[in-house]
């Protein structure tokens, strides 16, 4: 079965820090651009970040520019999100999926709560 899987999610205090897993079985994902996408109660799916399939080239939502960092480990089939001072605002379901996107590859995300 082809899909990918976040982790890593939970119920951080403002400031706190999160690192999010994306990880793929069933294919690899070294070929593909991965993407990083958000979506909070009530509001439209967002993109948060995106990483190219080398790695070499990364871009960031303004909102979370200077605080969350992309990467990938390819010998691990899995990308990262790092999210550092984070802020209430951050708080939603995050998902990640190819870029460009591929409906097929949505998965159940992961909740970040942040909260006092």
């Known amino acids: 079965q082809l899909q990918l899987v976040e982790s890593g999610g939970g119920l951080v205090q403002p400031g706190g820090s999160l690192r999010l897993s994306c990880a793929a079985s069933?294919?690899?994902?070294?070929?593909?651009?991965i993407g990083w996408f958000r979506q909070a109660p009530g509001k439209e799916r967002e993109g948060v970040s995106c990483?190219?399939?080398?790695?070499?080239?990364?871009k960031y939502a303004d909102s979370v520019k200077g605080r969350f960092t992309i990467s990938r480990a390819n010998a691990e089939n899995t990308v990262y999100l790092q999210m550092n001072s984070l802020k209430p605002e951050d708080t939603a379901v995050y998902y990640c999926?190819?870029?460009?996107?591929?409906?097929?590859?949505w998965g159940q995300g992961t909740q970040v709560t942040v909260s006092s």
């Open positions: 999926n190819t870029s460009p996107i591929m409906p097929q590859y």
């Open positions: 069933g294919f690899t994902l070294d070929y593909y651009a």
């Open positions: 990483i190219s399939s080398s790695g070499n080239s990364t």
